[in-house]
């Protein structure tokens, strides 16, 4: 009967998209509302333009920078955190400057980037790894920082230096705190990503809607949108899948809480 | 025979976050003979968990010093083993029980063979053979606290401190818990320390009993437990002698006598 | 040496950083491109802040995220409990709001555009888009996360749905809305800059698009300086204001 079950809960939770795209689908049927084609021809342009022959033209050069921004502030992130956290005395200093950066809003600072960077990719890679860095480097710190004692106290009597007592002990500790930054650090990479693309012009999927869009090409623009939406989905349940793989001993521990 | 540790003439104190100064112990000053067990017993915050931790290393007397094998401590000693009360945060749960128990292995250099040998040994030591793969979560209480034994044992240490180590378990699983201690004495007569608050427990493994009272705590009295060795949950609990050491330890605890 | 420990962390770790800045506009490798000193651009903000321009442009962001906020509160709390007293509600829900919880608001903003203008209502729905679905979602965990112990005792008392839903239900999701809300309000101020400066809608957002457009360097800059002050005072802002805020939920 479990099947059964597991089957009724995806028929629960898929009736109402499949109903709201139904009717998307069919109350613009019709329609002459030019920023509201028809579905049916946004699905047909949708798979003409990203099934898949722009896909190396727009979708790559975006997931590209993205990826590599990301990837830099991971390291950055993760790895000056690490250091911070481990060393209260630095970090009281440290603070209020990764406070103030970390307020200003991610997509704010793109210009800033244009204006050092120029145009270029290197500017959307920056841009991109700064504003994703902020996140990261704040969750590892409070991640080492909040250790519990019992288990360092433990490594530290069995004699692990405390270079070991970091990366061993600390570190993995605080693994379900980095995540959440990891995740935020995510979504802030994804969205700057788009955000250079619209200010900054050139090649990438927000730069194509972007120019969709000034061109009056609704229906291009549309599935530029609707194929944003989808990898920004995509990209977060891929990485909920390395969260819940990565951190299988967090998530058996609360179960049994 | 040598003292294996010497406590001499310590005392503790620190700044009370209510302003002023605590003082916690006071004048400390006992030898613990090699291959003998010495509890540790006393009014709930005399100070018990605060001289282990002088003990293991983890904090310096601010009066006194203490010796192992006639060195001087500054730090935690080499040779040196704990079993934490708390054992869901002691053992690390990102790892198995194989490499927690391998992890305080790493400083002595062993090699694969030798490492693997004595994870299987101290394994089979305290009855977890085969469990070697589980992850401390998937383990009920007493056999996460039989790992963290094992994982003292693996290193071959000289002296084995002990801090409330049955207090998180069921009754049942204490008495088990107790019998695999003296199994383990009988087998390789470590020195150990241990911290309890359970009396019967302190009277049925100890040589000598340290009974800390006051405040500031004192040793007010060293209580040598002439019962011999093997001995066992049925007789020896049945023992007069045992009962007399019980209520003697018992009424200096409360301060009765 | 004494004395140098009383000076307060922030000031030491701001002259600092500015001076880090000042160096590196001045004569490090990136100095020959136009990037504002320190100085310059402190400069270019203090001469903003006195241009009654620019406070109207603050108060217009300001506008879009309190007014959104608003909105969205009003919208996504009432939803939200209803959605968690039903299993099923919840369940049917849960795909369609975690996907557009998930897709950040810039993503929609061309159509958006297209069909609003680059307006104040285009920044205000900007804003609801970007957080209703999110504070739904956790409001509806909140009413779950019930102690069904509780509720069974209320029950049995024979109190009715909004007996359960007043003492059970609410408190139990009291935290979990003050965190939405907390997380929810930053995101506001956030999202309306964002439709300010890709979407041109009126505020700080699109002050800071025209001086990119406009080539006026030290300006980005200062604009950039004035909203990382003013992420910090809404975020210590919200810290003080959450405890004396929430008391008004059944406890």
């Known amino acids: ?257 | 025979m040598t003292a294996e540790i010497s406590i001499r003439n310590v005392s503790m104190q620190y700044p009370d976050p209510d302003g002023g100064i605590k003082h916690v112990l006071s004048d400390i000053s006992y030898d613990v003979t090699e291959h003998h067990f010495v509890s540790i017993v006393g009014p709930s915050g005399v100070g018990k968990t605060t001289l282990l931790r002088l003990l293991t290393g983890l904090a310096r007397p601010t009066a006194g010093e203490i010796q192992v094998q006639g060195q001087r401590i500054s730090g935690p000693p080499t040779g040196l083993a704990v079993v934490l009360q708390d054992y869901t945060r002691s053992l690390m749960p990102w790892l198995t029980i194989e490499k927690n128990i391998a992890l305080p292995l790493k400083k002595q250099k062993l090699g694969k063979n030798e490492t693997r040998e004595r994870i299987e040994s101290s394994l089979q030591e305290v009855g977890l053979t085969g469990t070697g793969k589980q992850y401390p979560w998937q383990m009920s209480g007493g056999m996460q606290q039989r790992a963290s034994i094992a994982r003292a044992l693996a290193v071959r240490p000289d002296i084995l401190v002990m801090d409330e180590p049955f207090a998180s378990v069921d009754a049942q699983t204490r008495f088990d818990l107790e019998d695999l201690v003296l199994k383990v004495r009988a087998d390789f007569g470590i020195t150990t320390l241990m911290v309890t608050h359970d009396i019967d427990e302190a009277v049925y493994l100890s040589d000598e009993i340290v009974v800390l009272h006051g405040r500031p705590a004192v040793v007010r009295d060293v209580v040598v437990v002439d019962i011999p060795f093997p001995r066992s949950q049925i007789e020896t609990r049945n023992d007069p002698k045992f009962a007399d050491l019980r209520t003697h330890v018992y009424a200096m605890v409360r301060g009765l006598e | 040496m004494k004395l140098l420990k009383r000076i307060p962390a922030s000031l030491v770790s701001a002259v600092f950083a500015l001076a880090i800045w000042q160096v590196v506009a001045t004569v490090g490798p990136i100095s020959d491109s136009s990037i504002p000193t320190a100085t310059e651009s402190v400069k270019a903000l203090i001469s903003l802040l006195g241009d009654a321009e620019t406070w109207t442009a603050i108060w217009e962001t300001l506008e879009m995220a309190v007014i959104g906020f608003v909105i969205a509160v009003v919208i996504a709390i009432p939803v939200g409990i209803l959605i968690g007293l039903s299993g099923f509600a919840f369940t049917s829900t849960k795909f369609t709001f975690d996907f557009f919880k998930v897709i950040p608001p810039i993503v929609i903003i061309p159509i958006t555009i297209l069909v609003l203008g680059p307006s104040l209502q285009m920044g205000i729905f900007l804003v609801v888009f970007a957080i209703v679905f999110a504070l739904a979602i956790q409001t509806a965990y909140g009413v779950r996360d019930a102690d069904p112990i509780l509720l069974d005792t209320l029950s049995a008392y024979r109190l009715g749905v909004l007996s359960r839903v007043r003492y059970a239900r609410l408190p139990s999701a009291a935290p979990f809305i003050a965190v939405g809300i907390r997380i929810s309000a930053t995101a506001a101020l956030i999202v309306a800059v964002v439709a300010g400066l890709i979407g041109g809608a009126p505020g700080l957002g699109r002050a800071l698009l025209l001086t990119q457009t406009g080539g006026l360097v030290d300006q980005t800059f200062a604009i950039v300086l004035l909203l990382g002050i003013m992420g910090v005072i809404v975020s210590k802002g919200i810290t003080w204001l959450q405890p004396r805020i929430v008391f008004w939920i059944p406890q």
């Open chain 1, 1 to 257: 009967m479990r099947a059964g079950r597991r089957l009724l809960n995806i028929l629960i939770g898929a009736w109402l998209p499949v109903l709201l795209i139904y009717l998307w689908w069919t109350a613009s049927a019709g329609s002459t509302n030019p920023y509201f084609p028809p579905l049916s021809e946004i699905w047909t342009r949708f798979q003409e333009l990203w099934v898949f022959d722009q896909v190396p033209i727009h979708v790559v050069p975006s997931l590209q920078n993205f990826a590599m921004g990301y990837a830099i502030a991971v390291v950055v992130g993760v790895g000056v955190g690490a250091l911070l956290g481990a060393s209260r005395s630095t970090y009281r200093y440290v603070e209020p400057v990764v406070d103030f950066a970390r307020s200003i809003p991610a997509v704010a600072t793109v210009p800033v980037f244009i204006a050092i960077f120029g145009l270029e990719t290197s500017m959307r890679v920056a841009a991109i790894a700064f504003g994703a860095t902020w996140p990261i480097l704040l969750a590892t710190i409070q991640g080492i920082r909040s250790t519990d004692a019992t288990l360092t106290d433990t490594a530290t009597v069995f004699r692990l230096t405390s270079t070991q007592v970091l990366w061993r002990v600390r570190m993995p500790a605080a693994m379900p705190i980095i995540f959440s930054g990891l995740q935020l650090g995510l979504q802030i990479a994804f969205v700057v990503t788009i955000a250079s693309e619209f200010l900054g012009a050139g090649f990438g999927i927000g730069a194509f809607t972007q120019i969709a869009t000034d061109s009056f090409l609704i229906l291009d623009a549309w599935t530029g949108v609707i194929l944003m939406g989808l990898l920004g989905y995509l990209i977060n349940i891929i990485f909920d899948i390395v969260e819940r793989l990565s951190l299988r001993w967090y998530y058996g521990q609360k179960k049994l809480a």
